[in-house]
């Protein structure tokens, strides 16, 4: 059996295209969606995440503002630059981009970002609303892997979805989706005993360890739906998810590739959560 290749890239352009027609539709209405990414210091990936991040959403047409601070940047100044943010009209969505360095108060940061204009999804106002079911925020990445699911026609209810990693960017947010989604969940880290247990018992199986290649095709259900969030660049230079995807793909009926799977969307949903605070803005001044 080979699986079915969920092609992020193709879904990632169908989404967009949705969410076009309803930055469109603001805009019409003289309201342009405005995001606002600041990045401290000089970490290279984040750069180039946040210059994507501001890339795509220029290509929606949508007002974008990269703000990039010193590494030494103090807590203070940073927190001064978000509260400006916060009162500024022409900002729906303000994003700050982790990791920050080490003498900011990450949690701090997050907090002082308005819960409206929180299209990270981690102000824990929107992590509250996330676990009660009222979601308003969905932090992009997982947001972006349950549309994967939903695009590629994975039935999710009654299923056993299994999350490997437990972090609050990736983990945590798409478990409680998927049990919203009325999924069977369990939560496993890469130090759970015996992972390939839990991992061979799920249906949806995903996986956020940052850990190369640390499933493979053995841990495996057949037929089950792989999502994988990791990112890893091997010695070769070349990119690899946290799934061995050439003996994956033998067993699974479904699963993404890394690179063109689960990246494409995380930015794609951003865009969607920026468009989704101006239309919650444009609303509450109505
Ligand atoms: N660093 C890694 N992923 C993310 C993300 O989704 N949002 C922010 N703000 N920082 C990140």
Redesign the pocket.
């Known amino acids: 059996m080979t699986a079915q290749i969920i092609d992020g890239k193709t879904i990632a352009q169908q989404v967009r295209a949705e969410w076009k027609i309803r930055a469109d539709a603001l805009k019409a209405r003289g309201i342009m969606p405005g995001l606002a990414v600041i990045i401290v210091g000089e970490d290279p990936a984040?750069r180039v995440?946040v210059a994507n991040k501001v890339k795509a959403c220029a290509e929606l047409g949508l007002h974008s503002e990269h703000i990039a601070l010193p590494a030494n940047t103090s807590e203070a100044t940073l927190l001064a630059k978000i509260n400006e943010l916060n009162n500024d009209a022409k900002i729906h969505g303000i994003?700050?981009?982790?990791?920050v360095p080490k003498h900011n108060d990450s949690s701090k940061v997050l907090e002082a970002i308005s819960p409206g204009k929180d299209v990270?999804g981690?102000h824990p106002m929107n992590v509250g609303a996330l676990v009660t079911g009222n979601m308003r925020f969905a932090?992009?990445?997982p947001y972006g892997a349950m549309k994967l699911l939903e695009k590629s026609g994975v039935s999710i209810e009654g299923k056993h979805a299994v999350v490997v990693g437990r972090s609050n960017?990736v983990g945590k947010p798409m478990a409680l989706m998927l049990l919203q989604h009325n999924a069977t969940v369990t939560i496993c880290t890469s130090k759970t005993v015996d992972l390939a247990k839990f991992t061979r018992d799920a249906d949806i199986l995903v996986v956020a360890t940052g850990k190369p290649k640390m499933i493979t095709g053995d841990m495996i259900k057949p037929g089950a739906a792989i999502i994988d969030v990791g990112i890893n660049r091997m010695a070769d230079g070349k990119l690899c998810g946290d799934v061995d995807f050439d003996s994956a793909k033998e067993v699974a009926g479904w699963i993404t590739p890394v690179p063109g799977g689960v990246g494409p969307m995380?930015i794609t949903m951003l865009v969607a959560n920026t468009v989704r605070a101006a239309e919650l803005s444009a609303n509450q001044a109505k």
């Open positions: 984040s995440y994003l700050v981009q982790l990791p990270d981690f932090p992009c990445t960017i995380t």
